[in-house]
């Protein structure tokens, strides 16, 4: 996986976070695709790529599973705790 060598959008407030919990975790974005697909997001590489780089919107529903397949709080998630 390349380096993202643009800085982070603007459309989401999760998605630096999604990758520093992430990778704290020692977990690919292929793992974190296969969790999330167990989960019930059908989302594409492309897709995480661009939710990480805050370049895509993300649905209220995602944060939820996003938050689950990271073992956080939605809360933690959002940077209320």
Do not use: C, W
Not at 13 to 36: D, H, N, P, S, Y
Not at 60 to 81: F, N
């Amino acid at each position: 996986m390349k380096h993202r060598k643009d800085p982070p959008g603007t459309k989401n407030i999760i998605g630096i976070k999604v990758t520093a919990i992430r990778k704290a975790q020692g977990m690919k974005q292929k793992e974190f695709l296969a969790r999330l697909q167990t989960l019930g997001l059908d989302i594409s590489p492309t897709s995480l790529s661009r939710l990480e780089g805050q370049d895509r919107l993300v649905q209220d529903y995602e944060v939820v599973i996003i938050a689950k397949a990271l073992e956080i709080s939605v809360g933690e998630l959002l940077g209320e705790e």
